[in-house]
């Protein structure tokens, strides 16, 4: 099962701690980038975060592998009926992995159709969305999700880029924990989220910055408000600096520039119609000067706060265009997909050792999975060749990949061992 490896990666991710730990540390950290100058990225960023999430397909991979290792007939057959044979020896542990995760998360899944029995406390439900949570740590660590650690979730709570519209306000008090796992980091232009942009002109700001920016083709969520309960969502082609957004119980504010450009704005108009007319109005009814400075600090007041609502009208709006559009699934469909992925990256690591191990003249059944020599070799060849196929810079689980390789080989030794003898009975 998957779940041997659970300990150590509790361990390494910092799952393994309490969930409803305060949010002292995390304050602390922001605290921190608010007296940075300009921050472009979280602290050790690069160790921090290391791509292991293979950007092709399987059947991509396969074809590849083909054309450049399994040239002859005889290696192409054998190679296909490899792959065949590992896809059905997946099917029933990810299918049993899948179950058991259904089955503990049923009783907090907030979209479930049937009542409970005894309804939970909310003590009970935090140690039940602790457990899951434990227990689905090493899914997402086969399906190659980086859990973000919380000098990557201060950056995003405190900087905001400028390409970005809309800016959100997060109360840490309102949270039992929060908790972000993110794959396929990427470096390019980000698509706006509302279906219409203004463009560019004369009386438009344009964005200080080029539009290539940090983002993952997949960010996970997993938080939990106070007196609430367990949210778990799946987005895609999210900014680094925009995680902020995806947190339930956030408010749309508006941003220090534009608030500074909207008042000036405002105050400079005024002043020009309160010279040219209000003087005029003040000259001609003889009104009183505190009377109408009384009436034009109202209108100024007013005005004011139409411009702002209409401003977090559009905000807002965006936010929902984003959380609508770029939502994958949630709560328990999500659970079948993060499966899928993790069965699917299993698939593929395991065929590229197997290759590659041929290549090299190594054996095919992952005994070199306990020899740092052969890891590194594995390791290096293959992220070779995941460069030049797709250009970017992957680390890849070589002894994760041998080891499963050596449990698909032993569970194949002992295959016609139980066929003879369910035969004899």
């Known amino acids: 099962m998957l779940y041997t490896t659970m300990g150590a990666v509790r361990l390494a991710s910092g799952v393994g ?40 397909t399987k059947c991509q991979i396969v074809q590849h592998l083909i054309q450049d290792i399994h040239c002859d007939n005889s290696e192409r057959r054998s190679f296909l009926s490899f792959v065949d044979q590992l896809e059905h020896s ?25 009542t409970l029995e005894v309804p939970l406390m909310d003590s009970e439900r935090l140690l039940k969305e602790e457990e899951v949570l434990n227990q689905l740590q090493p899914v997402l660590d086969q399906a190659n999700f980086n859990v973000l650690s919380e000098d990557a979730l201060a950056y995003a709570l405190v900087v905001h880029h400028p390409q970005d519209g809309v800016q959100v306000y997060v109360n840490l008090d309102r949270y039992e924990y929060i908790r972000f796992w993110a794959l396929g980091q990427r470096l390019g232009p980000l698509s706006t989220q509302m279906s219409t942009s203004p463009k560019s002109s004369f009386f438009s700001r344009s964005p200080r910055t080029p539009p290539e920016r940090r983002y993952f083709k997949r960010v996970l969520v997993a938080a939990r408000p106070r007196n609430g309960h ?39 108009s005024g002043g020009i119609v309160f010279v040219n007319v209000g003087m005029v109005v003040l000259t001609d009814l003889k009104i009183g000067t505190s009377f109408l400075l009384f009436l034009f600090a109202g209108f100024m007041t007013f005005r004011t706060w139409k411009v702002f609502s209409q401003r977090r009208n559009v905000n807002s709006l965006e936010l929902a265009h984003m959380l609508y559009y770029k939502s994958t699934s949630n709560n328990s469909e ?9 069965q699917e990256e ?19 059944d992952g005994s070199g999975a306990e020899d740092p020599i052969t890891v590194a070799r594995v390791k290096e060849q293959v992220e070779a ?41």
């Open 230 to 268: 367990m949210v778990l969502k799946c987005f895609k082609d999210i900014p680094l600096e925009g995680l902020e957004q995806l947190l339930p119980v956030v408010k749309v504010r508006t941003s220090r520039f534009d608030r500074t450009l909207l008042n000036t704005m405002l105050l400079v």
């Open 385 to 425: 060749w995941l460069l030049s196929k797709s250009g970017l810079e992957i680390t890849f689980s070589a002894q994760r990949a041998l080891h499963n390789m050596k449990k698909l080989s032993e569970k194949n030794k002992e295959m016609p061992l139980l066929s003879s003898s369910e035969k004899l009975t």
């Open 334 to 342: 999500l659970l079948g997909g993060l499966t899928l992925r993790a």
């Open 17 to 56: 701690l309490p969930v409803a730990r305060g949010m002292g540390t995390l304050a602390a950290k922001m605290a921190e980038y608010r007296k940075m100058w300009k921050p472009t990225e979280p602290k050790d960023w690069a160790m921090q975060y290391q791509e292991r999430y293979i950007p092709l």
């Open 346 to 364: 299993h698939a593929k690591e395991v065929i590229l050792a197997h290759s590659f191990s041929k290549k090299l003249n190594l054996p095919n």
């Open 90 to 114: 997946l099917l029933q542990p990810y299918h049993s992995t899948l179950e058991a995760l259904q089955l503990l998360y049923d009783p907090i899944n907030p979209d479930r159709d049937a």
